[in-house]
């Protein structure tokens, strides 16, 4: 039985490996060989493909495959006032990501942004629910830190949490008004809290971690007060994902609560391809009317999962979630950044039928 509503039974977390026509076409911006409005032409064409493509393996959604970023949460925060872009690298286990970053310079506010347009081209393109995809409002403060952040504009930071949930309702007011009913906020950072290295390095600074997840919790609850009815949000949480890479690990105990039961979503994307995210024990916490999207099937291999153990694994969640609260997707987007993961177009591509074929033999 399909889900008639966001998210699905088989879902996707929202990118998708780039073509190789748009990697040349990137390249050839860089070098000044291509120029915009050509670069434009070559990323519609390519949308259209994966759009088409999504279709044709029958999910019931459809992204642009974050096909005009270059990074997952970078390129939206870029385009809100307040915010410039920096040099600043980050480090996964054994791998540096690219340079590109972000510091708050002055009030942060939401006027307007091009992704509106990325959204209107693919819901204009496509029969299929469009979803959207955001960086959460946490990902920006975990990102820059208090020393990125401008004391002059925020004296004090419970100002600057008061901006950025305005800063999201705005925007999401302005994706509806645009046409979406599908939005997701992606966020890394609840799992980083998971992470007991990670915590222990955030006491080392003087932070609580289960009070910056309060606050984290009380901006994204604050941005989607008053939101419509119709609208589906739901949030992604993984432990990292560059080049096949990760930044932390450990099970979602330490915040299922305050995730599950305090933070104002409909659904949550939740990892789980490996031993990294520990158990399903935590699901003991999800409410009636929540679902939960199990992320089963890895992105950072192109080694093809079996259906029986997808299987298996969904039922070991029935221990503590209902089937009918469960959907299926990847654990994270194939292409967080327009690097990729180590694996091949058609493997991805395999993954994605897989979803849709072990949904529909499980909501048979």
């Given at each position: 039985?399909?889900?008639?509503?966001?998210?699905?039974?088989?879902?996707?977390?929202?990118?998708?490996?780039?073509?190789?026509?748009?990697?040349?076409?990137?390249?050839?911006?860089?070098?000044?060989?291509?120029?915009?409005?050509?670069?434009?032409?070559?990323?519609?064409?390519?949308?259209?493909?994966?759009?088409?493509?999504?279709?044709?393996?029958?999910?019931?959604?459809?992204?642009?495959?974050?096909?005009?970023?270059?990074?997952?949460?970078?390129?939206?925060?870029?385009?809100?006032?307040?915010?410039?872009?920096?040099?600043?690298?980050?480090?996964?286990?054994?791998?540096?990501?690219?340079?590109?970053?972000?510091?708050?310079?002055?009030?942060?506010?939401?006027?307007?942004?091009?992704?509106?347009?990325?959204?209107?081209?693919?819901?204009?393109?496509?029969?299929?629910?469009?979803?959207?995809?955001?960086?959460?409002?946490?990902?920006?403060?975990?990102?820059?830190?208090?020393?990125?952040?401008?004391?002059?504009?925020?004296?004090?930071?419970?100002?600057?949490?008061?901006?950025?949930?305005?800063?999201?309702?705005?925007?999401i007011k302005a994706f509806y008004d645009a046409g979406c009913r599908y939005l997701q906020l992606d966020d890394t950072i609840?799992?980083?809290?998971?992470?007991?290295?990670?915590?222990?390095?955030?006491?080392?600074?003087?932070?609580?971690?289960?009070?910056?997840?309060?606050?984290?919790?009380?901006?994204?609850?604050?941005?989607?007060?008053?939101?419509?009815?119709?609208?589906?949000?739901?949030?992604?949480?993984?432990?990292?994902?560059?080049?096949?890479?990760?930044?932390?690990?450990?099970?979602?105990?330490?915040?299922?609560?305050?995730?599950?039961?305090?933070?104002?979503?409909?659904?949550?994307?939740?990892?789980?391809?490996?031993?990294?995210?520990?158990?399903?024990?935590?699901?003991?916490?999800?409410?009636?009317?929540?679902?939960?999207?199990?992320?089963?099937?890895?992105?950072?291999?192109?080694?093809?999962?079996?259906?029986?153990?997808?299987?298996?694994?969904?039922?070991?969640?029935?221990?503590?979630?209902?089937?009918?609260?469960?959907?299926?997707?990847?654990?994270?987007?194939?292409?967080?950044?327009?690097?990729?993961?180590?694996?091949?177009?058609?493997?991805?591509?395999?993954?994605?039928?897989?979803?849709?074929?072990?949904?529909?033999?499980?909501?048979?």
């Amino acid at each position: 039985m399909k889900n008639t509503l966001a998210p699905f039974r088989a879902d996707m977390v929202g990118s998708l490996l780039r073509s190789e026509a748009l990697k040349q076409a990137r390249e050839g911006l860089s070098v000044g060989n291509v120029s915009k409005e050509q670069l434009k032409q070559v990323e519609d064409e390519e949308i259209r493909k994966i759009i088409s493509r999504q279709e044709s393996i029958g999910l019931q959604s459809a992204t642009d495959g974050e096909f005009r970023r270059s990074q997952w949460h970078f390129d939206f925060y870029w385009g809100l006032e307040g915010i410039e872009k920096v040099d600043r690298v980050i480090e996964f286990k054994g791998v540096t990501t690219s340079s590109d970053n972000v510091r708050v310079t002055d009030r942060v506010r939401f006027k307007g942004h091009a992704m509106l347009d990325h959204f209107r081209f693919l819901q204009d393109n496509t029969n299929l629910t469009g979803k959207m995809t955001i960086p959460s409002p946490s990902v920006l403060h975990f990102r820059t830190g208090r020393d990125e952040i401008s004391k002059q504009a925020y004296p004090d930071l419970e100002l600057f949490f008061e901006d950025l949930a305005q800063t999201y309702k705005d925007a999401i007011k302005a994706f509806y008004d645009a046409g979406c009913r599908y939005l997701q906020l992606d966020d890394t950072i609840f799992a980083h809290l998971c992470d007991q290295e990670q915590r222990e390095k955030l006491l080392a600074e003087g932070v609580e971690p289960d009070q910056l997840a309060q606050i984290y919790t009380g901006t994204i609850n604050k941005a989607l007060e008053g939101r419509p009815e119709d609208l589906r949000i739901t949030t992604h949480s993984c432990r990292g994902n560059y080049r096949s890479s990760w930044f932390s690990q450990g099970g979602y105990e330490p915040i299922a609560d305050i995730l599950f039961n305090q933070t104002d979503v409909d659904a949550y994307f939740l990892e789980y391809d490996s031993d990294r995210a520990g158990d399903f024990q935590p699901l003991r916490y999800l409410p009636k009317g929540k679902q939960v999207v199990l992320g089963l099937i890895t992105t950072k291999t192109g080694v093809i999962e079996h259906k029986d153990e997808i299987k298996r694994r969904v039922d070991e969640a029935c221990q503590y979630v209902e089937l009918e609260q469960i959907c299926l997707s990847p654990q994270c987007g194939f292409a967080s950044t327009e690097e990729g993961n180590l694996l091949a177009e058609e493997e991805q591509w395999r993954k994605l039928e897989l979803i849709v074929e072990v949904a529909e033999e499980i909501w048979a």
